[in-house]
């Protein structure tokens, strides 16, 4: 049998990969992936949107030789079968060139080892130019004439990428410096939520800095670690010798979050869009926001989130693309998670129902009763059995009747659709504000003046103890049941 060598045609594949469909953030991430990998402390973002318009991207890494730079700007330079370093955040060997080129015509490639400097460019007006994949060496002269090389100079090692021509970003815009100035401040959102674990210097990872134009980017724990709860302990998965670790949390009640923590937890989309499976790949977030179709996104589960850590070793099973930013669990993986999902889904229906109190069990009585009908459909009533309604009765004979009809229009009087606008526009429940203990108290005390003698007195405390809201309330409880015991 005759071969033959056939390579691509480089101006057509070039022009075709820019098509991949990065977003600006993504990009940006994909080369951040490369200064993690080189053991960068801090990544420096710097855009210049008028004449001469660039972005670049400048690390303190370890920088790279001759024969490594030459292997990054090389289509296809790694295997994605090959295995990689267990803090490699890379894959397929096209990133940084598919990534950067997605967002312009030029990119060049600045590395610095001590006193070695080495510039790579590729630039698609002169490869299609020259019809074949003609890699630009730039010398010192040049070098000097990219943006921002003189910062390179003053670290020991270190990469400076610069995107310049940048075609993609102005196609379609009036205003490129406003519409540049709004695109940075997705990349600022994108950066801070997806290496989040990274600019927080979590226990075992070296803290990165990054920053666009000097000013420096906080992380986003989508966790809200210092206030959520871990409903269950880590379960530890091993998927052909590896380990993927998946974590639960529970956001704390909408109630309890600030204005402030609701929007940068919910971003745009409100946080019924944000619950799910938050995946990560080496501690860089991959994939958030989804329930695999393990269940659907709904109200009272929007406050589950669980945390999914795999190693990039698995990057196959998971199904990862090119731009990281796809990725789905395999079927031997996905049966676990399914348990550990409806689990964690049952208990922020619990968290949202019961406004973030613990439901000690199901002897608690409560104000409302959930009542599912026949048909499956769900209603609200008011309880009856409310020790404070059948005190109502005791006390006035012939009230239950006229009590029954009131909780009946306050039944069918609640704004249920205006309250489902209001959840699912994610806005604080101003109404459900936290009662003091002299209040509740008091109230008991007024409930007990109606009975006769100090054992009815002491029952109806009893009764009380275990209700809604004095359920929360024991001491103050006890204080009311010491002083009519004496």
């Given at each position: 049998m005759k071969t033959m060598n056939l390579p691509p045609y480089a101006p057509t594949l070039i022009e075709s990969t820019r098509a991949i469909g990065y977003s600006l953030e993504a990009a940006i991430a994909d080369i951040i992936d490369n200064s993690i990998t080189a053991g960068a402390s801090r990544a420096d973002i710097?855009?210049?949107?008028?004449?001469?318009?660039?972005?670049?991207?400048?690390?303190?890494?370890?920088?790279?030789?001759?024969?490594?730079?030459?292997?990054?700007?090389?289509?296809?330079?790694?295997?994605?079968?090959?295995?990689?370093d267990a803090k490699d955040l890379g894959r397929f060997g096209l990133g940084l060139k598919t990534a950067s080129l997605s967002q312009c015509r030029r990119l060049t490639v600045i590395s610095k080892q001590g006193t070695s400097v080495l510039g790579r460019c590729w630039d698609i007006d002169h490869v299609a130019e020259a019809g074949e994949w003609s890699l630009l060496v730039l010398d010192e002269s040049e070098m000097a004439d990219v943006p921002?090389?003189?910062?390179?100079?003053?670290?020991?090692?270190?990469?400076?990428?610069?995107?310049?021509?940048?075609d993609r970003l102005k196609a379609g815009e009036i205003n490129f410096e406003l519409a540049m100035g709004r695109r940075i401040d997705?990349?600022?959102?994108?950066?801070?939520?997806?290496?989040?674990?990274?600019?927080?210097?979590?226990?075992?990872?070296?803290?990165?800095?990054?920053?666009?134009?000097?000013?420096?980017?906080?992380?986003?724990?989508?966790?809200?670690?210092?206030?959520s709860t871990q409903p269950m302990d880590d379960e530890t998965l091993i998927i052909r010798g590896q380990k993927i670790v998946v974590r639960p949390y529970i956001l704390p009640h909408i109630s309890r979050m600030t204005d402030a923590e609701i929007k940068k937890l919910g971003g745009k989309d409100g946080l019924r869009r944000q619950q799910g499976f938050y995946v990560y790949r080496n501690k860089r977030l991959l994939v958030w926001g989804?329930?695999?179709?393990?269940?659907?996104?709904?109200?009272?589960?929007?406050?589950?989130?669980?945390?999914?850590?795999?190693p990039n070793t698995l990057d196959e099973l998971w199904t990862l693309d090119i731009k990281k930013s796809s990725a789905v669990p395999p079927a031997e993986v996905r049966r676990s998670l399914e348990a550990i999902v409806e689990k964690i889904a049952e208990r922020s229906r619990r968290t949202w129902t019961y406004r973030g109190k613990k439901e000690v069990s199901d002897r608690v009585t409560h104000v409302w009763n959930r009542m599912i009908k026949p048909d499956g459909g769900v209603y609200y009533e008011i309880n009856r059995d409310h020790?404070?309604?059948?005190?109502?009765?005791?006390?006035?004979?012939?009230?239950?009747?006229?009590?029954?009809?009131?909780?009946?229009?306050?039944?069918?009087?609640?704004?249920?659709?205006?309250?489902?606008?209001?959840?699912?526009?994610?806005?604080?429940?101003?109404?459900?504000?936290?009662?003091?203990?002299?209040?509740?108290?008091?109230?008991?005390?007024?409930?007990?003046?109606?009975?006769?003698?100090?054992?009815?007195?002491?029952?109806?405390?009893?009764?009380?103890?275990?209700?809604?809201?004095?359920?929360?309330y024991q001491e103050a409880v006890e204080e009311v049941r010491k002083e009519t015991a004496e």
């Open positions: 710097f855009f210049f949107p008028i004449n001469g318009a660039y972005i670049a991207i400048l690390d303190d890494g370890s920088g790279m030789s001759e024969a490594e730079i030459d292997r990054a700007m090389q289509y296809g330079s790694r295997n994605p079968a090959d295995t990689r921002e090389f003189n910062r390179l100079m003053q670290l020991e090692s270190g990469t400076l990428v610069v995107w310049q021509k940048l997705s990349v600022r959102e994108h950066l801070s939520l997806v290496y989040h674990r990274y600019l927080s210097g979590e226990l075992g990872l070296s803290r990165l800095r990054i920053s666009i134009n000097g000013s420096g980017i906080e992380p986003l724990d989508p966790f809200l670690k210092n206030k989804t329930w695999f179709r393990m269940i659907s996104q709904e109200d009272l589960s929007k406050l589950a989130r669980i945390q999914v850590d795999i020790p404070m309604a059948e005190q109502l009765v005791r006390l006035y004979p012939g009230i239950e009747r006229i009590l029954d009809s009131l909780f009946q229009q306050i039944e069918r009087g609640l704004p249920l659709n205006q309250m489902h606008v209001d959840f699912e526009k994610d806005l604080p429940v101003r109404n459900e504000q936290k009662q003091s203990d002299e209040g509740i108290a008091g109230t008991l005390r007024q409930m007990i003046s109606l009975c006769g003698s100090t054992a009815e007195k002491l029952a109806l405390i009893d009764s009380m103890s275990g209700v809604e809201p004095f359920l929360s």
